[in-house]
């Protein structure tokens, strides 16, 4: 069930990314609700770092928390009432967070977040599903009225990126030939094959989640951690200190 995987430098890389000195770093992909897989990975982080006994430790999460898992609420109240103890919490915001509070506010939202996963969010907050279009009043009233205000408040604070060292931690990617500080929200929360195919120095090792690969996807210029947990069971964690760096598997 659990493993670990041990990084080595991609073949076009020259200079090996680092963070900074005492610091071990450990960034977690796309958790979609597996409130299972959440706990499993941070009972993994707390024995890795117990072993390695670090000055600093910090974990990322890079977003989509919610949706398609059945556990979308109980993932949000353990990030919240149960952070890895001695650690420094980073918690980014994913597209899949960003559709449900567009949806608090508008209705239109709606048929675009429950087909990729909304419908399970929430059923997760004892709400039904709309039957149709028209129900999405209702199911919008239900949300406003059942979605607890530290819930709101936890989404509604989410940074988009966060910088370690030579990495940079997004959800989805970065647009190329755009510097990492004039990104726009739409592509740092949905970018996809633009990225994904680039060969671009972005400055920084960019490290995301959003895009769904068998394992680990390691280039020059990125690491790709969405390993598919809600479906596979393999949540992905980057471990990183110094010019080294590993992956924890569930």
């Known amino acids: 069930m659990i493993g670990k995987l041990l990084g080595r430098r991609p073949a076009e890389a020259s200079v090996a990314p680092r963070v900074a000195r005492g610091t071990r770093l450990y960034a977690v992909g796309d958790i979609h609700g597996r409130v299972d897989l959440l706990r499993a990975m941070d009972q993994l982080i707390h024995e890795d770092a117990y072993a390695r006994q670090a000055p600093r430790n910090v974990v990322v999460y890079l977003g989509d928390y919610i949706d398609r898992g059945e556990d979308s609420r109980a993932v949000l109240d353990h990030l919240l009432e149960h952070p890895l103890p001695g650690f420094e919490p980073i918690h980014l915001r994913g597209n899949h967070e960003d559709s449900l509070m567009q949806f608090l506010g508008d209705v239109a939202v709606g048929p675009g977040w429950l087909a990729y996963g909304g419908a399970a969010t929430l059923r997760s907050y004892g709400i039904r599903p709309p039957a149709s279009e028209r129900d999405l009043h209702r199911v919008q009233d239900e949300l406003r009225a059942r979605f607890p205000a530290h819930h709101l408040a936890f989404l509604r604070d989410l940074p988009l990126s966060h910088v370690e060292g030579d990495y940079y931690f997004v959800h989805a990617g970065v647009k190329p030939g755009v510097p990492l500080a004039a990104q726009t929200a739409h ?34 210029n990125r690491i790709g951690i969405d390993t598919g947990a809600f479906a596979s069971g393999r ?14 598997q569930t």
Do not use: N
């Not at 990225?195 to 394992?215: C, E, M, N, P, Q």
């Not at 992905?236 to 992956?247: A, D, I, K, P, R």
């Open 187 to 220: 592509d740092l929360l949905w970018i996809r094959d633009e990225f994904l195919g680039s060969r671009a120095d972005f400055g920084k090792i960019i490290v995301h989640g959003h895009s769904i690969s068998d394992g680990p996807e390691v280039r020059a």
């Open 235 to 248: 949540l992905t964690c980057l471990v990183v200190e110094g010019e080294t760096w590993s992956f924890l």
